[in-house]
T-cell receptor
């Protein structure tokens, strides 16, 4: 069974631009969660989608948004990029969500904002 | 706010020795706790978890200890191998299944040959 895939793996953007990251969950998984990981802050929860609906949201500004498609694939968008948005963005999928132990993480997208 | 944190950012261990990685948490109502391993260029990988009603759980070469009195969690790796070199961090699962979590930055374990 294929794991969680994320594209692109690496991305370099300029301040003020926007970016869209993609996540394909494990086949059959309907919950997708997004996290931001930085050396100083560690892993921080962004949001979770289930059946195309945002079910949970972390404490990030409105510049961070996401969506989920009917095939459970998910995208997250960051608008008006700031230098502090440079991070590894991870997505994780699970069958129905609601339990950390059942989440499988993808390899992440490394975003660098210059 | 509630947070989970690790005590030391780095740990250097001789191959074959045992490793102990610590974590302090603040939400005493959490259902269970998880340890993750993250190798360079990869996403976090589940290692082991422990329910809040347990104080010890063993896996293959790993043991997790939970001390609820002082809100402390530790991961012990027996006979550390080069493949154990990674970042390790803990997480807690709140009882409300609320995903508003904050993980610690992690402990980087380096195994010396």
């Amino acid at each position: 069974k294929a794991g969680v895939t994320q594209t692109p793996r690496y991305l370099i953007k300029t301040r003020g631009q926007q970016v869209t990251l993609s996540c394909s969950p494990i086949s059959g998984h309907r919950s997708v969660s997004w996290y931001q990981q930085t050396p100083g802050q560690g892993l921080q929860f962004l949001f979770e989608y289930f059946s195309e609906t945002q079910r949970n949201k972390g404490n990030f500004p409105g510049r961070f948004s996401g969506r989920q498609f009917s095939n459970s694939r998910s995208e997250m968008n960051v608008s008006t990029l700031e230098l502090g948005d440079s991070a590894l963005y991870l997505c994780a999928s699970s069958l129905i969500g609601g339990s950390l132990r059942e989440q499988y993480f993808g390899p992440g997208t490394r975003l660098t904002v210059t | 706010g509630e947070s989970v944190g690790l005590h030391l950012p780095t740990l250097s261990v001789q191959e074959g020795d045992n490793s102990i990685i610590n974590c302090a948490y603040s939400n005493s109502a959490s259902d269970y706790f998880i340890w993750y391993k993250q190798e360079s260029g990869k996403g976090p990988q589940f290692i082991i978890d422990i329910r809040s009603n347990m104080d010890k759980r063993q896996g293959q070469r790993v043991t997790v200890l939970l001390n609820k009195t002082v809100k402390h969690l530790s991961l012990q790796i027996a006979a550390t191998q080069p493949g154990d070199s990674a970042v390790y961090f803990c997480a807690e699962n709140p009882p409300s299944n609320d995903y508003k979590l904050s993980f610690g930055a992690g402990t980087t374990v380096t195994v010396r040959a």
